[in-house]
């Protein structure tokens, strides 16, 4: 079987729920509008649903303009439009940003339903944050994503390890950007360095580290146990003592990809 994309998925707001995409333009930062905003605290620093479960209660959707449209599980809704405010300084793993900020009603909205204060941000196209050069190459950048601009699994690899769990669990527990079904076999994925889809190049980085958030319910954000991070373990995914699924990605040029396009390992 040819290896295809068999799903794409972006998250507009860094640990909000995210949005299927097809066709999905490729910026050198990652999917186009993947991770671009932001929540953090008073202070800069940002916030997620390692520490705040009830941000897998909300959804965030890019609207025609550019800008947001965030809602609740209840249903309650409300529109941030793209604009440049603002700047502050903010921080994702220590890291320091540049960011515009929001403010008013939108940060009084998700305060509410996260809360505590929170503030939302958003990352202008004009600012650059650089991917790690232990990893990447100069001029690589990344989102407000963890540190690569995509994430990429397969679906034999998520059949591999629900095969060892006592309940299997679903993708959404690990929010990659890209699936890929038709690998050759469970996990082959770590021995890949390049991939190509239709005109674009993605290297291959690094394995993806996992935290606590692939333990929680992706809808509600309710802990589920110690699962699939104890069998990850157990079944040797391990890199630099942490559990790991998926591998991080870096394109080498912008383009656009679709769900079907076929995936060659150069």
């Not at 944050?129 to 989102?143: F, I, K, N, T």
């Not at 990659?176 to 021995?191: K, M, Q, S, T």
């Amino acid at each position: 079987m040819t290896m295809q994309v068999a799903a794409l998925m972006r998250y507009p707001v860094k640990s909000l729920g995210g949005e299927p995409l097809d066709p999905a333009p490729v910026a050198l930062r990652g999917l186009n509008g993947d991770r671009r905003w932001m929540v953090v605290s008073p202070d800069g620093r940002f916030v997620t649903r390692r520490e705040v479960p009830a941000m897998a209660r909300l959804q965030a959707r890019v609207d025609d303009d550019g800008g947001l449209v965030l809602s609740d599980a209840d249903g309650a809704r409300i529109g941030v439009a793209l604009q440049d405010g603002p700047r502050r300084d903010v921080t994702v793993w220590r890291q320091p940003v540049t960011a515009a900020t929001v403010g008013g009603e939108a940060d009084a909205w998700l305060s509410e339903r996260l809360g505590r204060a929170v503030r939302l941000v958003h990352m202008p196209d004009n600012v650059r944050r650089p991917v790690d050069l232990a990893y990447g190459a100069q001029g690589d950048e990344v989102s407000f994503a963890d540190g690569f601009p995509l994430l990429v699994t397969t679906e034999e690899s998520l059949d591999a390890l629900n095969g060892h769990l006592p309940e299997p669990v679903t993708m959404a527990r690990f929010r990659p950007n890209l699936v890929i079904r038709g690998a050759p076999a469970a996990f082959a994925e770590d021995g890949w360095t390049r991939l190509r889809i239709g005109a674009i190049t993605f290297r291959l980085a690094k394995p993806c580290t996992r935290c606590v958030v692939t333990t929680q319910d992706p809808q509600s954000g309710e802990a589920l146990g110690p699962e699939p991070l104890r069998t990850l373990r157990a079944m040797g995914r391990v890199w630099e003592r942490q559990p790991i699924f998926g591998v991080n990605a870096i394109p080498d040029a912008p383009g656009l990809i679709r769900v079907g396009d076929g995936i060659a390992v150069v």
